[in-house]
């Protein structure tokens, strides 16, 4: 499996955690419990305990060279109360939320794109938040790096993209799994690379690189340095989608929610 590179550059973790951050204003009651589902670089715990001071915050994410960079982050940018008071989001070695209903707040800013099986982690996700409880996502659709798969494809380079995920599909799976008036949407980002080497090395941080199956990946990286060197290749686009929806009380089966409203009065004229 690719490493996470020594000082890798979070600049697309810290766009997508930005554009998220937006739309927490919506928000009328601030989060007591936050779960950060996947480690992004210090970009989205930096954010959200900027704006919910008083939140406790854990961080999960199976991929030990993630954790180790979002805390050595941290640890740089201490002032002396914090290297005084050692206070950073408890860490966990594991994709996994404990399912109890406790949290207020499940954040994942592209922490989808390393799991294989989405059903699943949304699934957990749910399980993990309280009734009413908001999950807030990032992740990446369809039509990320077309312009390189096409590139590929040109060549006979076998390379499928399989957790590239459509935003209705992702909403259904909301739907599906006890999420109410999930909203999903994307926008479109293209970056423009001089070199194939720092093309790639993005890609790795970004996490997106990692899940790419090749039948050659060492053709499949010569190739693209060619196109490089003879300036074939200019912008890369991405495909970006944003998600949130809020954890619907869960109820026995066979049952429902009664409500009793009082009685209009009537005016006597």
Known sequence: MTALLNQPDWFLQSHLAATMDERLTILKQPPNKIFLAGADGNESYRLLKARYPQAQFQEFDSRADYLQAAQSIRKSKQNWWQKLSNHFPTQTHSDQLPVNAMVDM???????????????????????????????????GPDTLKEILTVWRKHDIIVTAPRLLDMHDLGDMLLQHGFYDPVTDMNMLTLQYTTVERFINDMITAGLWQTLQFDSEVEAVRILADHWQHNHVHDVTLELVYGHGIRRLALPENTATIQFYPPSLSQKK
């Open 106 to 140: 499940v954040w994942s800013n592209l922490g989808l794109i390393h799991q294989a099986n989405t059903q699943q982690v949304i699934e957990n996700w749910a399980g993990a938040l309280k009734p009413e409880g908001l999950l807030f996502f990032s992740h990446f």
